[in-house]
């Protein structure tokens, strides 16, 4: 069974760097299928879409967020991070691991959440 | 960037017929998917595929699509369907970047 878990400081001060780590396990990191990607949620709002990443380093990002978000994995740990940087009280949210499953056909390739981690709620305050 | 629509709110009382809709033009040519979230937990998907049910969510959830809309309807409601329902596609490129519809609240009245 796959399992995703966050890891990272809940508390962030305004202008500095979010730094969060998802750790894989039940799973292969390096797999051709999967991408590993970011989610996050402001309280009492909508999900939205960070960013994927692939085994080899290959990112994607939310073009809204494309100018501060970094993204890096470690096949060897079997870990994912992401980097957000200069944040501001907006980027206070849950934010969730996601594995981005692919598949293809006559449409070409698509992609879905499957599983997601609990979540790790980042709060931006002085 | 492709959207997803989907309206804030549905409300129904037990035992009637949900359908939440999610229209965007990327699902004209890429599966829709949906995502069930209660208060304090992660998503969990419901439908894939535009219409697929993963084993373990009950049969009265069931999904479909036609042109640029899919829609999730959940046949005999229960008070414990009452979550919030995301849907979720990607980009018409086939590039792996992920589109999110706003939600939709579903209140079991």
């Known amino acids: 069974q796959v399992q995703l878990q966050e890891s990272g400081p809940g508390l962030v001060k305004p202008s500095e760097t979010l730094s969060l780590s998802c750790t894989v396990s039940g799973a292969p990191i390096d797999s051709i299928s999967y991408y590993w990607g970011w989610v996050r949620q402001a309280p009492g709002k909508g999900l939205e879409w960070i960013g994927n990443i692939y085994y080899n380093g290959n990112t994607y990002s939310s073009p809204s967020l494309k100018s501060r978000v970094t993204m890096s994995i470690d096949t060897s740990k079997k870990e994912f991070s992401l980097m957000l940087n200069s944040v501001t009280a907006a980027d206070t949210a849950v934010y969730y691991c996601?594995?981005?499953?692919?598949?293809?056909?006559?449409?070409?390739?698509?992609?879905?959440?499957?599983?997601w981690g609990r979540g790790s709620l980042v709060t931006v305050s002085s | 960037s492709y959207e997803l629509t989907q309206p804030p709110s549905v409300s129904v009382s037990p035992g009637q017929t949900a359908r939440i809709t999610c229209s965007g033009e990327t699902l004209s040519k890429k599966y829709g998917y949906w995502y069930q979230q209660k208060p304090g937990q992660a998503p969990l998907m419901v439908i894939y595929k535009d219409s697929q049910r993963p084993s373990e969510i009950p049969e009265r959830f069931s999904g479909s699509g036609s042109g640029t809309t899919v829609t999730l309807t959940i046949t005999g409601v229960q008070a414990e369907d009452e979550a919030d329902y995301y849907c979720q596609s990607t980009d018409i490129s086939g590039s792996p970047h992920m589109v999110l519809g706003g939600g939709t609240k579903l209140t079991v009245l």
């Open positions: 996601v594995r981005s499953k692919r598949d293809y056909d006559a449409n070409g390739y698509y992609y879905w959440f499957d599983p």
